[in-house]
């Protein structure tokens, strides 16, 4: 069987498209590239080995890497597809056709929502919710990796799915004025080409940890993702990515909230800084924390400490 790694390296080379074979937003069995479908200011799209297919976890754009190619260096989808076949590239057994029917054109078909019977979103099925005395050593291995310990998730809600389509997935329910009103699949594998599968919704039109906001403080802090938030605790939001879509600002300045830190990582600054001057028009007060690139919050946090994070962003 042909090598497909090689065959994305050779032609991400030949039209000089940086891209990463390992290190940060790097998944195995993947080469990432800036992705071309969204405000992506790092690697966030993982063109995969066993299918030619690619993702963005931060936009959750997928397709075939034809179209991929395409897009980012404006040639024909014909001329692409006969330089691929030229290299002798090979799709995983059985998974050429899956590719054509899901992905046409670069957009992937959205999964059934799933819905209680009597309408609101339900989690996924198979949905176990994490207790100490659960018996799932991979969990473990997962929270331990990325420095955390069980409480963490149960004091979310968190559960584990053991089978169906969020097998071995840590789910974190997205919470809105009590409601449930998405949710996020964590692999806990590490493996798996999508990080983070999202349930079908509007997840980007709320603001992770929102009932968890003490306004008397005065001040919220916006991160990029949910595990950023967690490390950080006290009132800071998840932002799901470096957008803030146009409910997210609404709920943000409806709060009245005097001051909003801007906490995302480090590759975003410079989008961190567009977004403040937007929300200054509203808002009193707006910062920007700055990030070693290499940083984000969570890893900051897990490097330094958590009062060397809090030092960092509450003095900002």
Same mark, same amino acid.
């Given at each position: 069987?042909?090598?497909?790694?090689?065959?994305?390296?050779?032609?991400?080379?030949?039209?000089?498209?940086?891209?990463?074979?390992?290190?940060?937003?790097?998944?195995?069995?993947?080469?990432?590239?800036? /992705?071309?479908?969204?405000?992506?200011?790092?690697?966030?799209?993982?063109?995969?080995?066993?299918?030619?297919?690619?993702? /963005?976890?931060? /936009?959750?754009?997928?397709?075939?890497?034809?179209?991929?190619?395409?897009?980012?260096?404006?040639?024909?989808?014909?001329?692409?597809?006969?330089?691929?076949?030229?290299?002798?590239?090979?799709?995983?057994?059985?998974?050429?056709?899956?590719?054509?029917?899901?992905?046409?054109?670069?957009?992937?078909?959205?999964?059934?929502?799933?819905?209680?019977?009597?309408?609101?979103?339900?989690?996924?099925?198979?949905?176990?919710?994490?207790?100490?005395?659960?018996?799932?050593?991979?969990?473990?291995?997962?929270?331990?990796?990325?420095?955390?310990?069980?409480?963490?998730?149960?004091?979310?809600?968190?559960?584990? /799915?053991?089978?169906?389509?969020?097998?071995?997935?840590?789910?974190?329910?997205?919470?809105?004025?009590?409601?449930?009103?998405?949710?996020?699949?964590?692999?806990?594998?590490?493996?798996?080409?999508?990080?983070?599968?999202?349930?079908?919704?509007?997840?980007?039109?709320?603001?992770?940890?929102?009932?968890?906001?003490?306004?008397?403080?005065?001040?919220?802090?916006?991160?990029?993702?949910?595990?950023?938030?967690?490390?950080?605790?006290?009132?800071?939001?998840?932002?799901?990515?470096?957008?803030?879509?146009?409910?997210?600002?609404?709920?943000?300045?409806?709060?009245?909230?005097?001051?909003?830190?801007?906490?995302?990582?480090?590759?975003?600054?410079?989008?961190?800084?567009?977004?403040?001057?937007?929300?200054?028009?509203?808002?009193?007060?707006?910062?920007?924390?700055?990030?070693?690139?290499?940083?984000?919050?969570?890893?900051?946090?897990?490097?330094?400490?958590?009062?060397?994070?809090?030092?960092?962003?509450?003095?900002?």
């Amino acid at each position: 069987m042909p090598d497909n790694s090689k065959t994305i390296v050779i032609l991400l080379e030949k039209y000089n498209i940086e891209y990463w074979t390992e290190g940060k937003n790097v998944s195995p069995g993947s080469t990432n590239i800036q /992705c071309p479908f969204c405000d992506d200011h790092s690697n966030h799209c993982g063109i995969f080995y066993n299918d030619l297919g690619y993702h /963005c976890w931060r /936009c959750d754009t997928s397709g075939s890497f034809d179209y991929l190619l395409a897009r980012v260096t404006g040639q024909d989808m014909v001329k692409i597809k006969e330089e691929i076949s030229d290299l002798g590239f090979s799709f995983e057994v059985d998974t050429e056709t899956q590719i054509q029917d899901l992905w046409r054109e670069g957009e992937s078909q959205p999964e059934p929502k799933q819905e209680a019977p009597n309408g609101p979103l339900a989690l996924p099925p198979y949905f176990d919710l994490i207790t100490m005395n659960m018996n799932f050593p991979l969990l473990d291995w997962y929270l331990n990796l990325r420095g955390y310990t069980r409480d963490v998730s149960i004091q979310y809600g968190c559960g584990v /799915c053991t089978v169906g389509p969020w097998m071995n997935r840590m789910i974190i329910p997205v919470m809105f004025k009590g409601e449930l009103v998405s949710y996020q699949g964590a692999d806990l594998t590490r493996r798996a080409q999508v990080k983070y599968k999202t349930a079908l919704g509007e997840i980007n039109n709320y603001l992770y940890r929102w009932d968890m906001i003490d306004w008397f403080k005065g001040y919220i802090v916006l991160m990029e993702g949910i595990l950023d938030a967690w490390r950080f605790g006290d009132n800071a939001l998840c932002t799901f990515g470096t957008h803030l879509t146009d409910r997210q600002k609404n709920l943000i300045i409806g709060s009245n909230v005097r001051k909003v830190i801007m906490a995302w990582d480090g590759d975003a600054f410079f989008h961190s800084m567009e977004q403040a001057e937007e929300l200054n028009t509203f808002v009193p007060e707006v910062s920007v924390v700055c990030f070693p690139t290499e940083h984000d919050p969570d890893s900051y946090g897990k490097v330094y400490g958590i009062d060397a994070l809090r030092n960092l962003v509450l003095e900002s």
